[in-house]
């Protein structure tokens, strides 16, 4: 048997296994479960094209949205899209993550861009805060203030 034909019988044999793998379906589990690694990539790679020096600082930006975005769209399809009623203030809080990498890494150090990036990170709190507070958070608030009274009732000092 020659060199050729060994090739080739290889590469039959991958483009059969390759075949059967897409007919069972698992070039289709991998998409579904693993497609927010097509947006996690593109800002992965923006930040070492960046820390490499290739590209200008203002990459950071967009760099930063699609990591916390990716990371969040992740948690999403792994655990239920259900957690998007929690989670959805990441989604200004990726652009507050981008525009305070710019502000650290990049050459523009105004005020202005570090008071637009904290000023959304903290919006972006403020708003998951609240969200977890009306949903299952109330519940919390209210065993901590039954708590509070508690000991307010028991530490009080006894006068007879």
Do not use: C
Request: charged share 5%; aromatic share 18%; glycine share 10%.
């Amino acid at each position: 048997m020659n060199r050729q034909s060994a090739a080739v019988g290889i590469l039959v044999l991958a483009v059969g296994l390759f075949i059967l793998l897409g007919k069972l379906g698992v070039f289709a589990f991998i998409a579904a479960v693993f497609w927010p690694l097509f947006v996690l990539i593109p800002g992965v790679l923006l930040h070492v094209l960046y820390f490499g020096r290739m590209v200008p600082s203002v990459a950071l930006i967009p760099a930063g949205i699609l990591t916390v975005v990716s990371v969040v769209l992740m948690i999403g399809n792994w655990f239920g899209w259900d957690l998007m009623k929690y989670l959805w203030p990441f989604f200004p809080f990726a652009v507050a993550v981008g525009l305070y990498e710019y502000y650290v890494f990049g050459y523009n150090r105004s005020k202005q861009l570090w008071a637009a990036a904290v000023g959304l990170g903290a919006i972006s709190a403020l708003m998951f805060a609240m969200t977890l507070l009306w949903t299952w958070g109330i519940y919390v608030l209210a065993v901590l203030l039954i708590g509070l009274g508690a000991w307010l009732v028991l530490r009080r000092p006894r006068i007879w």
